[in-house]
């Protein structure tokens, strides 16, 4: 999740015990609403623009505050009743209280600021990328704890700004095949004999049905494992077992697997896959279209994860590389391009932190680069990117600000920002995702147009 509102320097609260009125002018990228108070901005959350609302400060730094709601005065025709009961206490969503239309409006906008305070560039805001607003979660991580004194397991999501749970048996962004199995699972959990003993469970939607993990911190014994794998047929659920957060046994169940562009990907349950399924089917073909492949071409796939981008983009390359720092993922891209007879694509396990340009992989040319980052963002590797000259490069990135900073490199060497779209991957959450298209004004696709 971006920070777009920090401090500069450390610098010593203000407990205030003050209550006053404010009206609300903006929506921050995570759902607080934005005020003026004394000179500088005051954030609160559960406020929408234009309403008006008495609040409490509860920091008070030098640069910005921040307020709680005490009393709403005005209510603004974006607000809508949130539907998950949870909302509010479960640190989950933030924004379930503003109607979709707002909420992509305002993470628009702050992506567009971001990127022109950084880079002088002004994008031009295009349609967002987005799918439902709700039922769009394949995958969700579930803590466990047991409650002794009530003799009780306890299954759900941590509170906002804690560590403490909330017990939760309605979850309206998962996919309704993973909601509905909430409650058999937590029942199947509290009836196991290391029940004391659990830490987590991982529920993942894949094209091929619901799979279940379970991080389990004691040896299962043999009528816990009879009862999860009961469970795992009666409720057509692959199930795996995870002793450490390194091993994974598979139970039952057939090998999940996802499809995008006409391909079937196989995934390990703890792989990284795309959250939405919809979203991403948009953005794998989006940035098809912005890389404008060619049958000659020869295309770098970096933090390329199992070929999401990397074996689709082999259906129309010459040749495609992908480079990931995952070994595992590494290996299940490998497998998934022999198993989808796309010999044009090879992978490198290597860390793109270190210096590319000893890596075996930064002696060949590329015609055209795709990016995909961690919040981190690919500092490490532009200016290699850079010494490619590639016509064309798209970076899709979970994070404005390494976004902004990466662009500058692209920027400085003759690049321009031709088109940046918002990615509304996780609705009603401060998570802002984007891609952009950069073109190489001195390649000579663009000197020949």
Known sequence: MAQFYSPKRRVTTRQSSQIFTVTVSDLDPFGQGVARHDGKAVFVPGVLPGEQAEIQLTEDKRQFAKGKLKRLLS??????????????????????????????????????????????????????????????????????????????????????????????????????????LLAPVRACLSGLQAVRRLGHVELVLADNG???????????????????????????????????????????????????????????????????????????????????????????????????????????????????????????????????????????????EDDVARQPWAAQGFDKVMLDPARAGAAGVMSHIVKLAPARVVYVSCNPTTLARDSKVLLSAGYRLARVRMLDMFPHTGHLESMALFINERAPEVAAK
């Open 210 to 352: 619901p799979l279940l993990v379970l991080r389990h911190l004691d040896a299962l014994k043999e009528a816990d494992r009879q009862a999860l794998l009961a469970f795992g047929e009666r409720e057509n659920v692959a199930v795996y077992l995870a002793p450490d957060s390194d091993r994974v046994e598979k139970l039952c169940g057939d090998t999940p697997y996802y499809q995008v562009d006409g391909l079937r990907l196989d995934f390990s349950p703890r792989d990284f896959i795309q959250v939405n399924d919809v979203v991403n089917q948009q953005m794998v073909a989006q940035a098809l279209e912005w890389l404008d492949i060619q049958p000659n071409d020869r295309v770098l796939d970096l933090f390329c994860g199992m070929g999401n981008f990397t074996l689709p983009l082999a259906r129309r390359a010459a040749a495609v590389v992908g480079i990931e720092g995952v070994a595992t993922l590494v290996a299940n891209g490998q497998y998934n391009a022999h198993k989808n007879k796309l010999n044009n694509a090879s992978f490198f396990h290597e860390n793109l």
């Open 75 to 180: 209510r603004s025709p974006q607000r809508v009743a949130p539907r998950c009961p949870h909302f509010g206490v479960c640190g989950g969503c933030q924004q379930q209280h503003a109607d979709e239309a707002l909420q992509q409006q305002s993470k628009a906008a702050a992506l567009v600021r971001m990127i022109a305070r950084e880079t002088g560039v002004t994008p031009q805001q295009e349609p967002v990328i987005a799918g439902p607003e709700y039922g769009y979660r394949r995958r969700a991580r579930l803590s466990l704890a047991w409650q002794p004194k009530l003799q009780r397991l306890m299954m759900g999501f941590r509170q906002a700004a804690s560590s403490e749970l909330v017990a939760v048996e309605h979850c309206p962004v998962l996919r309704p095949e993973l909601e509905q």
